[in-house]
């Protein structure tokens, strides 16, 4: 299969006639074809699975020479010749993002593998999925609804796994109303605060904890009426059972096969204390290192991304290429709008609770609207580059996710398709509807028609723009002396930025050892040309967007005024004279312990709202 080619259409899903083949991603618990996407989510590009397609074990597929999957490909993306390659690539840094695999062996002493409705936390996450095998609904194995779930935390090395199935649990109350939910673990000692609140905001909408004095005592047995029954020692040391219609059990995690092979081949000591390895240029992040959650992997993720920026800070520009000139449709403002409108289904997070139908016919009706298509994923872009290259819309209008998030992507396909991206419209029915009206799809599909009527006729009144090239200003500030912001700036320093460092303290690291971090971040400070410390200073106002901020440092004996391209905040110390308030300025906003608070609804967690500042 040639992924350049492939558009993703299935329409040789529908011409294989080999079937039943167990899909790996939902742990065989839903069918395909021999040919396939490997999962529901984009980019999708169809596969074809060697051990069951009948033209590769036999030479030749139904009543024709030509395969009928290879008939109806009208990209011509299949080739059967296609041959394994090898390829070598020459790169300056390597980083080992493997993750990890079951250890499944573990879970047998529970009836995994035994009772069918003994399932993994990964296996249950799939039941959870709107674009699961059962599309988000929660089935036992012989397809009826259960009343009840338990959840069995079966490793208390990291509270990780307790937190997923905290997570399973609130998902199932959310997915069945009158559920019993209970979650059996032994004592937990929570990493985060964030953790503990989760916790308590779970046992509030119904999920019910017992805490037991081993995971060891929990036995697992069926029952002839085809329920399971667990019994348990409690924190008393008395022992108690409960019945449940199916069991969700914590899976422990291993360094993944192809990690292993990965350090076995290249030699370096499967010893990680934090991203670098003992092979210069060589990287390991999340699971590579520990057990972690999502958040702790991304800003390990950016912590190894910082450390190649200043190992490769020689190459940076060195490959770098114009890009390609925009065969862009001319749309001209007096030209009357013809409107494409492309509703996603998103799985079922939109399908699932919207009426679809209703709001294609009601769109339909509204003025410069000429057609609407439904697609299962918008931001695959098939549909939009399929619809955009008739040259027949001069507008579009996408029923998906938010702009937030989409809103780049959406734009690639548009330009991509030959239509300019200002010309793209965006109506958020995914966060504005299904997700906080998922309880009546009536008034989420009513508010859907209201979000789409005002998209359309916003679309009808756009015009064509062109980008603005502004100068961006390669420098950084950095708000607070501690050690995170000695870090920041002496890793920045090295990539070659220019760099201002504001500390309220003026001699902090002096009464220090020479040896401590602090002090010998300082010392290296203090002696490059690329970096002006400001002590005893404080930030007046703050002007400008991402790439030029205008800052006003307020030093001890003066004022000055300073242009960068960005901020990193180090401190949650007060940092603002009495006149001013840069934190408004940059529309900051702290939490009840003082502490910034990073960007609503964006994983990682050293980003804010304000583009271009970071903490």
Known sequence: MDPIKCTACTDCFAACPVGGVPMDFNFGRSSSKAIFFYSPFPARKALINSQKCEYIIKGKCGEKDVPPCVEVCKPQ?????????????????????????????ALYEYGYGKYSNVLTSLEFERLLSGLGPTSGVIKKNDGTIPKSIVFINTNNSSSIYFMSLVAEAMGSIEKIQ??????????????????????????????????IESKGSVKINDEKDGNLNISYINKNKKEENIKADMVVLSTPLNLSKSAKKIIEISGIENKFQQVCTSLEGIYICGNMQSIMGIDDTIIQACSVASHISEVLSSARQSETLLPPKKELMVVNPENEPSIEVVICECGLNIAGLLNIEELVNYTSSLPFVKQVEVTPFGCDGVKVKE??????????????????????????????????????????????CTWVHSKNKTEATEKAKILMKMGVKRASLLEPLEDIIIPINQSCLIIGGNPAGLACASKLANMGFKIYLVKSEIDLYNALDDKSLGKKLMNDLTHRKNIKIYKGSKIGNIKGYIGNYDIEVIAPDEKEQINVGSIAIATNKDMKETETDWEKDLALQRDERNFFIPSIGILNLMDTNTEGVFI
Do not use: W
């Open 77 to 105: 993306a299949i080739d059967f010749l296609q041959k394994p390659q090898e390829i070598e690539l020459n790169v300056g840094a390597v980083v080992l993002a493997c993750g990890a695999d079951e250890k499944k062996s």
């Open 387 to 432: 619809l955009l290259q008739t040259k027949k819309f001069n507008r579009i209008v996408m029923g998906a996710c938010s702009p937030k998030t989409h809103e780049i992507l959406f734009s690639i396909h548009c330009e991509n398709a030959g239509l300019n991206r200002f010309l793209l419209e965006i109506v958020n029915i995914r966060n504005h």
């Open 178 to 211: 009158g559920i019993n939910v209970f979650v059996i673990h032994e004592d937990i000692a929570f990493q985060k605060d964030s953790y503990e609140d989760y916790y308590k905001k779970s046992n509030e909408l119904g999920v019910q904890y017992i805490r």
